[in-house]
Nanobody, 121 residues
Framework: QVQLVESGGGLVQAGGSLRLSCAAS????????MGWFRQAPGKERDFVAS????????RYASTVKGRFTISRDNVQNTMYLQMNSLKTEDTDVYYC??????????????WGQGTQVTVSS
């Protein structure tokens, strides 16, 4: 059973940076496509970025492209999301997900518990 644990969220001023981590266990991580999503209270979970199992292909939502970078370390069984030039509208709970590279949340089979990112003006 896949277990995913996010970390690295917090409070940052607009224009600042954060790096989120997603540690995976209970699975052969190097075979898993992975993704990041975010969700505000009362809203749907939105796609942020995804990465192929070998790290060689990535995709991004238009709202974060050029500011966020997804990466992974298949030795450390960890995925990352480097977030730069943060905006107040990036404030959300961020979730990592396993099993797909699609932009729809329903395509993913496993989810972490989420980590809060708050960007202040």
């Amino acid at each position: 059973q896949v277990q995913l644990v996010e970390s690295g969220g917090g409070l940052v001023q607009a224009g600042g940076s954060l790096r989120l981590s997603c540690a995976a266990s209970g699975v052969t991580f190097s075979r898993l496509n992975m993704g990041w999503f975010r969700q505000a209270p009362g809203k749907e979970r939105d796609f942020v970025a995804s990465i192929r199992y070998d790290g060689d292909s990535t995709r991004y939502a238009s709202t974060v492209k050029g500011r966020f970078t997804i990466s992974r370390d298949n030795v450390q069984n960890t995925m990352y999301l480097q977030m730069n030039s943060l905006k107040t509208e990036d404030t959300d709970v961020y979730y990592c997900a396993a099993g797909s590279r699609e932009i729809v949340a329903g395509a993913y089979g496993s989810w972490g518990q989420g980590t809060q990112v708050t960007v202040s003006s």
